[in-house]
């Protein structure tokens, strides 16, 4: 389309002019290189103006080829400044098509033949002869025009050519024009300046000057460090391996950890306009910390930190630490397996195959037949129904209504009502005198004392008490020796099987982790030293009942003593001799 203008308007212009045979040649030539730039675009440009034959800019043209023999074509370009908002161009050369038309109409109208002037006459009798009158040259100045954009961000001039003996461009011209558009921030001086000798100087854009655009300050925001949405997360190992009992629904926080991060706001810059004109930029939006209890600000007020160890939940509006954690329910598939740092409330059972661990104490309103560990104390609403598998192991003490069938560690005390073929460890007193208050089975093992309404059974089972000692120390010294034990089979194994990653994998993993027993050893045989000789400090452990079976077994130190009938008020303990002796 802009090829067919280009030599519509040359022959228009030949044919309005009577050019001679120089300026034909020289328009075919300009005509000829305007085809093959036109060849060389595969598209038409999306910001370039296209004007109809009989617009009044082409006849603004023709009037110029004329008048000089050749004229660059018409190009009505809006340049991108890099300062426009995204998609401004369709609505700004919209805007641009409706000036030009308007300005190149008003100025067509004034380069109409001004009516003719009458000549002093030499026939005063005949006044209306032709030869009397003489018609008045054109003259009309070079215009430059300003196209302001719509967010007045930036500016383009086109200035129209002179019509007969009208001015050329000049500079004191530009000036007038930007300052009657109020143009004054963001000039390009030395594009103003070449246009003076550029021979595309009619009828073109050009950018000549460019606004600063506002930038909006940005929003505050939290960054958190922790999930605001608990989902249930089944983790595949690196063999394909799936532990369903593993869900990791507690986020556990230390205290003083980091729960989220305040990004402050940021101030809006704002921009200006091609008129020197301020434009206003707005400010970020504030946030604060989602402050919830048990939760404290750090000194800089840019964190939002735990004040107790526990468990992290967003409650809509804040985070929250819980230092105890309330399950609901029972802890099975629903739930998987508890590890918390704080306290931990279960409202039902720790089923089969689940373990608990928590920092502080726990509390079942149920049964236990799951593991259990717990950093303070265990309290068991209803009883301990384990196996052999699982320990239950409370740091501090631990009070159950009863145990059967269960390996029972407590660092501290236990007090039950029953205990039935269990593994019970205590570094401190086992108390059975609640309820039936009976030992029957199994082994008991207590540095301190043994107390008990019944010991053993009618029925003459074997009931193991053992007294003095660190039970529940030396029985872990036991577990760890069992599991380097292990891990030394399985790196046996293992070294036996051909060779490829998962093998050196695994292989590796499992050195690591025999060389980390045998440390925890070394400093567990240490400890046990220490603690050994405060024990001996502190008197003699020994055993009170009410009745003692046949089948009860005693054992303190070195020595043992079998019960073969039945005692009443047996009170057993290490006399001054080094037998055990009952009274």
Known sequence: MALKNQLLSWLRSLKAGGSTEEQSAEELSAAESSEATAKAADTPDPALLDFPLEHAIHQLYDLRARQYGWAPLPRIYLDDPGVMPEGWLPKELERLRSGITTVAKSRLEKTKQKPPKPKSPQNPQNPQNPQDVEEEPIALDAMPWIYNATNRLA???????????????????????LKENEISFGIDE?????????????????????????????????????????????????????????????????????????????????GTTVQNKEIPAKNGKKVTLPKGRNTEVSEDGTKLIAAKPGHVEFSGRTFQVRPVLDIGGSVDYSTGNISFLGDVHIRGDVCTGFSVRAVGNVRVDGVVEGAIEAGGDLIVGRGILGSQQAIVRAHRNIFAKYMESSRVHARENLQTDCIVNCSVYSDGHVQVLSGRGTIIGGRVSAAHGVSAKIVGSKAESLTTISLGGLPCAEFERELLLRDIEELQESQKKLECQPDGPAKLSRLSKTRMQISVN???????????????????????????????????????????????????????RLSDDGEIRLF
Request: charged share 30%.
């Open 155 to 177: 500016a383009w001039m086109v200035v129209f050519p002179p019509v007969g003996e009208g001015l050329e461009l000049s500079r004191e011209m530009i000036d007038k024009c």
């Open 518 to 572: 045998k440390m925890k050893l070394d400093q567990m045989d240490k400890e046990l030293e220490v603690l050994q000789a405060e024990l001996e400090a502190k008197g003699k452990a020994r055993l009170e009942c009410g009745i003692a079976y046949p089948g009860t077994e005693i054992i303190i130190k070195d020595k043992s003593l079998k019960l073969t009938t039945e005692t009443h008020k047996c009170v057993a």
């Open 190 to 270: 030395e594009l103003l300046n070449s246009l003076l000798s550029n021979e595309e100087r009619y009828l073109h854009s050009y950018l000549i000057a460019r606004g600063v655009p506002a930038t909006d300050g940005k929003d505050g925001s939290i960054v958190d460090f922790f999930s605001r949405e608990i989902k249930q997360e089944i983790k595949t190992d690196e063999f394909g391996q799936v532990d369903y009992t593993a869900l990791n629904l507690v986020q556990n926080v230390k205290e003083g950890d980091p729960i989220c991060q305040l990004i402050p706001e940021t101030e809006g810059i704002p």
